[in-house]
């Protein structure tokens, strides 16, 4: 049998794959089994944040992998601490825990939340407001976190505790906190999942506004967003507030699993000894590697998502075929008049790896992809709309 076969034979059908077996890489392009050369345009889901076989991750990965793949959360390591050190220093949050996931960092951030509430306020105030067309994860607590009806279907009873609520609608939130119940509000400021939907600017300050005078933790989700995805490290800086916790994984690891969870001034403190942990979370290997990422997130390499950004919005918008482009940075929403699906069957066709969310192409590029493969892949979507 050939790789689809067995795969089809013995791993769970979770995922409709494209019919494609990569092998190999390097930097923005990907090659599959037969040696065709694509250009990678979803980056791992926006996980590889500097390609494929980056030659300084690689050392950083194969350097610690050598000296101490892993110990244990009962022992000090280095890269964990100055991780959080480097992460803790370019965004002024005071401590982060590390996890393996998304959904992982999204839960520590929900019970982190539950407790500061109940510490202070006693428990009837567990509440979380998130957002219609959010999308927080897929373990039960996350998949009740997310905002689409369509993921809850098969999966229920949920956690309890969470209600959703309309983007924009700033009287939604306040109209739910009136009976004291709500512990916090969380958010991503681009929803991914949900088809790279950015939400409104004056919304998301009055959000921050109300909840800061309710002492309502604001929790930003940028899993799918951080890590310069934006052209900012983390895409709440492009609107301007502070949150109270931040969520992050994907790109953070640039390829190795990781989630970290930072905690702002209010909540640094919520956790004590064993009110939380994780066997595999801020492993030595995956933090040495997310350290290489987040280092070199520096003001004129941010320049440099944003020059490409902006050289796609503007070669794509009022392109026929394309309706709408969304998103910031290098992540982009396109909804085009032929279905999403057909678009990304083209592209891939004519060598270029793009994905979808909901009924819009969506483009997630390495952030480190050179400006010539930015230009061949702008003209490969021309074509393919
Ligand atoms: C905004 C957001 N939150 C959480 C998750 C879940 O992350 P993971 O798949 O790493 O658990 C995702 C994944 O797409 C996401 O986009």
Redesign the pocket.
Known sequence: MGIKELDNEYLMSTYNRFDVVAVSGKGSYVFDKNGKKYIDFGSG?GTLSFGIADEIWCEAVNNQAKNLAHISNLYYTEPPVLLAEALCKKTGLKKVFFSN??????ECAIKAARKYSQDKYGVDRYKIATLKN??????IT?LSATGQEHYHELFTPLTSGFVSLPAGDIEAIKSEAKDNSLAAVMI?CI???GGVVALDGEYVKALADFCGKNDILLIV?????GNGRTGKLYAYMNYGITPDIV?T??GLGGGL?I?ATLFGEKSKDVFSFGDHGSTFGANPVSCAAAKTVIDRLDDDFLAEVKRKSDYIFNSLSGEKGIVEISGMGLMIGLKTEKDAKEVVASCMEKGLLCLTAKDKVRLLPALNVPFYLVRQAVEIIKQSV
């Open positions: 889901i996931s998304g959904a992982e960092a999204n959010s999308f927080h994860g897929r373990t996350t991503e929803q991914g999942e989700d940028e899993v799918q967003t969520t994984a994907k699993p989630g």
